[in-house]
């Protein structure tokens, strides 16, 4: 089981005391000024639109890489086509809307950089479901948020009794925050029950993926995981941790259905996402995953995905954009 302190760590706290500045509506200001009337709270999060975003400290370059931005800022676009919402920003404007909050932050840590849209001035039903696109307003909020990289964090986990919504439902492609309700549900079954997290089977009843996290295992030297239409998020950090099980491990890699049963019998299994970073699952409904402990193949991905992720790794630099903390500095 995952102690407090791992669970406070483990997904980024907007409860921690608030930093100076966010982006709000093409510029920055300070937190306390960007405030909307309760009244236009009501609707926002039924086509409200999110990316988390993770960015990595480099202590001996003094510079922030934010991890897989033009990847994330490009789903953002394709979650506002799909929410019927208008796009107002260009991938470069809010790259440097970004780049331009964390050095207004003087950021010097790992960061959590949460960008989203919701209906101008809280929208409802009728303005969601018209021909028209929906005015949106965006904002972006950065705070601190340590990695876990590195430190072997297991978790234990159960299949969930609820079901992934599915691409007729509410399509999971999509990082619309009222999906997240059927991740919550799932996440809350799980601790209830004592687990420290859940695995959601899709329709059909196969393995889809974790509350916010994509899933993968290792059976017999191979990579196992959910194909992307089998109900999953189209992951960024599970592409790239694909990428470099392919590239530097040079291991096979099965996209395809997953039984339930084959969770039993795994070797190793670890979630992949922007919270979940690589995160290992020491047992599923009390079945052992090899020895319980961080497996060999797992652990590589960890390490190699840190030197990546801060930039040590220089093959993977176009997989991060420097924020320009040293410019700032300078300046």
């Known amino acids: 089981m995952a102690n407090e302190e791992e669970r406070q760590s483990f997904a980024p706290d907007f409860d921690r005391s608030s930093p100076q500045y966010l982006w709000w509506n093409g510029k920055i200001m300070p937190w306390e000024s960007a ?10 999060g039924v086509t409200a639109i999110f990316e988390g975003i993770m960015s990595y400290w480099n202590e001996d370059e003094g510079e922030l890489y934010i991890w897989q931005l033009d ?3 490009k ?12 796009s107002p920003y260009s991938v470069a404007e809010l790259t440097d809307a970004i780049c331009e909050l964390v050095r ?7 960061t959590y950089i949460f960008p989203y849209c919701y209906p101008r001035g809280g929208g409802n039903f009728e303005s969601s479901t018209g021909p028209e696109l929906q005015p949106v307003e965006l904002a972006i909020t950065a705070r601190p948020n340590p990695s876990h990289l590195g430190k072997g964090w297991m978790r234990t ?20 925050v009222a999906n997240y309700r059927n ?30 996290s994509c899933v993968i295992l290792v059976r017999d030297g191979a990579l196992v ?38 969770l039993y019998v795994a070797d190793e299994i670890f979630m992949v996402g922007t919270a979940a970073e690589i995160l290992g699952i020491s047992s599923v409904d009390r079945y052992l995953i090899g020895d319980g402990e961080m497996g060999p193949i797992t652990r590589q991905l960890d390490q190699l995905f840190h030197d990546v992720v801060r930039g040590k790794n220089k093959k993977y630099l176009e997989w991060s954009t420097p924020a320009g903390m040293r410019a700032a500095v300078g300046s």
């Open 35 to 44: 405030t909307i009337h309760l009244t236009n709270s009501f609707w926002t």
């Open 71 to 73: 990847a994330h800022l």
């Open 157 to 176: 986990a159960c299949v969930s009794s609820y079901t992934r919504i599915s691409d007729n439902v509410m399509p999971p492609r999509v990082k619309n």
């Open 225 to 262: 995981t959910p194909s992307t239409t089998d109900s999953i998020l189209e992951s960024i950090s599970r592409y790239s941790v694909l990428e470099l099980a392919r590239r530097e491990l040079g291991l096979d890699i099965i996209e395809r259905a997953v039984d339930r049963t084959e």
């Open 104 to 110: 207004a932050l003087h950021v010097s840590g790992d």
């Open 75 to 86: 789903r953002l676009l394709r979650s506002q086509k799909l929410m019927r919402q208008e």
């Open 183 to 212: 991740s919550n549900l799932a996440m809350a079954e799980a601790r209830i029950n004592g687990y420290d997290t859940s695995l959601i089977l899709n329709p059909a009843g196969k393995v889809a993926e974790g509350p916010g």
